[in-house]
C-alpha cells in the first residue's frame, strides 16, 4: 500500500511548522488502521508511506477506513490532509528497512494517479478481494505506466457493499469449539465440490453444483445442513473432516469434485462422520448433463439415508422440484449466479448477471427460478444506476411465482419486494413460505427476523436470529445488525450498544444504532465516541435519509430513532466546538 499527502510541497511552503504537526497526526492515524489490519508501516519518507500486510482483503479494508477517518470532521479539523492510496499484490524483496521490486513500483505508479481522499487498487488485488471484503468498485480500465511493460488494470474503491444474499462468509483460521460441545445430531456441512475439469472456466459449474446440493438437503427440516454462505466460505481451503466438524460443530462432512466435459458429467462424494473421521458412505457417478438433476436426487437420497435411514423422503422432497425443460437453461442461471455473487461489488458483474439469467429465460420460458433470480439481478442494477422501478420488479417476481411457486428463492426475493413496498402482510406470507420449502437457508431465516424487527417484535426477531447464527457460525456483520436492531425496538440500549462493540468490523448501519442507542444510556463518554464513530464510517450521515431506510410498521419508531440520531450528532459538534 503507497500513500502519499496530496499537495504537501505547497502546504510545506505557506506553514512549514503547522504541517508537520499534522503530518505527525497522520502519521499516527496511518499506524493504527494499518496495525488494527496486522500490517506494518515499512517505510515513512517525507510525506510518502509505503505499509505491507499479508491478506489483500486486509489491506483494503485498512486503506478505506483510514480514507473514511480523514473524512470525518474531526480529522479535518485536527490533521487537514488529504491522502492518495494505492495497491498492489505482488513480491517483494526486503532489503534493510525497505520494500524493493517491481510491485512497489507499481503500487507508487497507481498511487499517483488517484484522486485525493481516494483508493486505487489493481486487478490482481480486486480478484482477490472482490467477494470478502464486502465493498464495492469501479472498473476504471486499463493504465500504462513508465517502464511498466504491461498496462495495469485499475478499480476505484466506491465504498460498503452493503446487504446481499450471495456473500460469501470469510474464515482463513479454524475456529476452536467450545469445551465440551458435542456436534448436533443429523447436522452435515457441504465443503464446495472441486472443479476437476482442470478448466479454470467451470469453477462456476462446481459452485453451482455444490449450491443445488445445500438447498436440496436443506428442505429436510430434521437435517440440520449449515448454510451456502459459511460451506462456500470453505472454498480452497484445506482441512481434515474431523477438523472441519469441530469448526462448525456438525456430524457429517460432505466432500467430492465434480467434472463436465461436453455434455458429460462425472462425479465423486464421500460422507465423512466427522467424529471418527470414519467415510461412512462414497460413490461416483458418470451421466449426461440432461441426467444431473437425477444424480443430484439420488446423492441427496443416499446421504439422508446415511444419516436417518429414511431414503423414501428424498423422493418426497425431489418430488416438490420442478426442474428447467432445458438443461442450458440451468446452465445459464448458474452461470448468472457467479457473476451476481459480487454484483455489488461492481456495476459490470451485476449487468453481466442480468444478462446470463435474460438469456435463461429465453432458453426456457417456463423456468420460475431464473426469473426470480433475474429480478434480483434486475434490482441490482437498478440500485447502481439509482433508479428503481418496482412495478417492473412486481411484474417479474410475479411471473416467477406462477410458474414455480415450491422454489424458496422466488418466495424469498417477493417477500423482499414486498418489505420495499412496506407491505408487511405480504412479506410475512412470502418468507414463511420460503423457509416452509426450505428451512435451513440462513439468509431467509435472517430477513424473517428483520421483518419481526420491523413489525416491532425484538423478541422474535432475535429468535430468528439466534437460529440463523446456528446455520451460519461465520455470520457477516449484515446477520448480526438484526441483533442489534432488535434490542434496540425492546429498549434493552445497553446490550445494543455493547454488542456493535463484538463486531470485528464496524459497519454503517450498526453504527448509526449504536449511536442512537447511546442517547439512553446518561453515559456522554460513550455517545461521543458512538457518534464520532458513525461520522468517521460517514462523515455525511444524515439521520432523515438512513431512517427513510428503515421501514418500521410504526412511524413513531421511525421518528424516534431518527431524533436519537439527531441528538447524537449534535452532541458529537457540541464537543468539536468546545
Known amino acids: 500500500m503507497a500513500a502519499d499527502v496530496h499537495g504537501f510541497s505547497a502546504r510545506m511552503a505557506e506553514d512549514e511548522d503547522a504541517t508537520i504537526a499534522r503530518l505527525a497526526g497522520l502519521r499516527e492515524l496511518i499506524d493504527k488502521h494499518v496495525t488494527a489490519h496486522s500490517g506494518r508501516v515499512f517505510s515513512q519518507a517525507g510525506d510518502g508511506f509505503l505499509s505491507e500486510f499479508s491478506s ?20 479535518i479539523d485536527n490533521i487537514g490532509l488529504k491522502l492518495r492510496i494505492g495497491l498492489h499484490l505482488a513480491d ?9 521490486g517491481d510491485g512497489v513500483n507499481i503500487a507508487s505508479r497507481i498511487e499517483t494517479m488517484t484522486e485525493p481522499g481516494s483508493v486505487l487498487i489493481s486487478a490482481p488485488v480486486f480478484d482477490m478481494v472482490k467477494r470478502n471484503a464486502q465493498l464495492s468498485f469501479r472498473n476504471i480500465g486499463e493504465r500504462r505506466f513508465k517502464n511498466i511493460a504491461e498496462p495495469v488494470a485499475l478499480y476505484q474503491l466506491i465504498g460498503e457493499i452493503g446487504v446481499h444474499s450471495y456473500m460469501t462468509a470469510a474464515h482463513d483460521e479454524p475456529t476452536a469449539a467450545l469445551p465440551g460441545t458435542a456436534a448436533k445430531p443429523h447436522s452435515i456441512v457441504v465443503v464446495p465440490f472441486t472443479n476437476m475439469s482442470g478448466d479454470p472456466e467451470q469453477e462456476y459449474f462446481a459452485d453451482g453444483f455444490t449450491e443445488d446440493i445445500i438447498t436440496e438437503l436443506s428442505r429436510f427440516t430434521d437435517l440440520f445442513t449449515i448454510s451456502r454462505n459459511a460451506s462456500l466460505g470453505l472454498k480452497g481451503l484445506s482441512r481434515d473432516a474431523r477438523e472441519i466438524g469441530r469448526q462448525f460443530n456438525v456430524q457429517y462432512v460432505l466432500e467430492g469434485g465434480i467434472r463436465k466435459l461436453g455434455n458429460r458429467v462425472r462425479i465423486s462424494a464421500h460422507l465423512t462422520e466427522t467424529t471418527t473421521g470414519e467415510q461412512v458412505w462414497a460413490e461416483k457417478s458418470d451421466c449426461n448433463f440432461e441426467e444431473l438433476f437425477d444424480v443430484q436426487d439420488d446423492l441427496v437420497g443416499k446421504i439422508v439415508g446415511s444419516v436417518f435411514g429414511r431414503i423414501e423422503r428424498a423422493a418426497e422432497a425431489s418430488a416438490k422440484r420442478k426442474r428447467p425443460a432445458d438443461m442450458a437453461a440451468y446452465d445459464c442461471m448458474v452461470r448468472g449466479l457467479e457473476y451476481h455473487r459480487v454484483a455489488g461489488v461492481t456495476v459490470e458483474n451485476a449487468r453481466e448477471a442480468l444478462k446470463w439469467f435474460e438469456l435463461a429465460i429465453e432458453k426456457d420460458p417456463t423456468f420460475g427460478r431464473a426469473y426470480a433470480w433475474y429480478c434480483c439481478a434486475l434490482a441490482t442494477v437498478m440500485s447502481w444506476e ?6 417492473e420488479l412486481d411484474d417479474i417476481s410475479r411471473r416467477s411465482l406462477e410458474l414455480d411457486e415450491s422454489d424458496a428463492e422466488c418466495h424469498r426475493i ?16 412470502h418468507f414463511k413460505r420460503a423457509l416452509q420449502l426450505n428451512p435451513n437457508h440462513a439468509y431467509i431465516v435472517g430477513r424473517m427476523g428483520e421483518i419481526y424487527n420491523f413489525l416491532g417484535d425484538g423478541q422474535k426477531a432475535l429468535e430468528y436470529q439466534e437460529r440463523a447464527k446456528q446455520l451460519d457460525p461465520f455470520l457477516p456483520e449484515y446477520y448480526r445488525e438484526l441483533e442489534v436492531v432488535a434490542h434496540y425496538v425492546l429498549g434493552d440500549y445497553a446490550s445494543c450498544y455493547r454488542i456493535v462493540d463484538e463486531f470485528p468490523r464496524l459497519v454503517r448501519r450498526a453504527a448509526a444504532y449504536r449511536a442512537a442507542a447511546a442517547v439512553h444510556l446518561a453515559d456522554p463518554g460513550r455517545l461521543r465516541s458512538a457518534a464520532h464513530a458513525l461520522l468517521n464510517l460517514d462523515p455525511t450521515f444524515d439521520p432523515t435519509s438512513f431512517v427513510a431506510s428503515e421501514t418500521f410498521k410504526d412511524h413513531e419508531r421511525s421518528r424516534m430513532l431518527r431524533d436519537d440520531l439527531k441528538i447524537a450528532l449534535r452532541e458529537a459538534q457540541l464537543k468539536e466546538a468546545v
Do not use: C, I, K
Open 56 to 75: 489483500p482483503v486486509a489491506a483494503v479494508r485498512a486503506a478505506h477506513e483510514l480514507q473514511s477517518e480523514l473524512a470525518s470532521q474531526d480529522a
Open 92 to 100: 517483494v524483496v526486503v532489503s534493510g528497512d525497505d520494500l524493493l
Open 386 to 391: 439509482g433508479d428503481m422501478e418496482l412495478a
Open 414 to 429: 417477493a417477500g423482499s419486494l414486498a418489505v420495499y413496498r412496506r407491505d408487511f402482510e405480504r412479506a410475512e406470507y
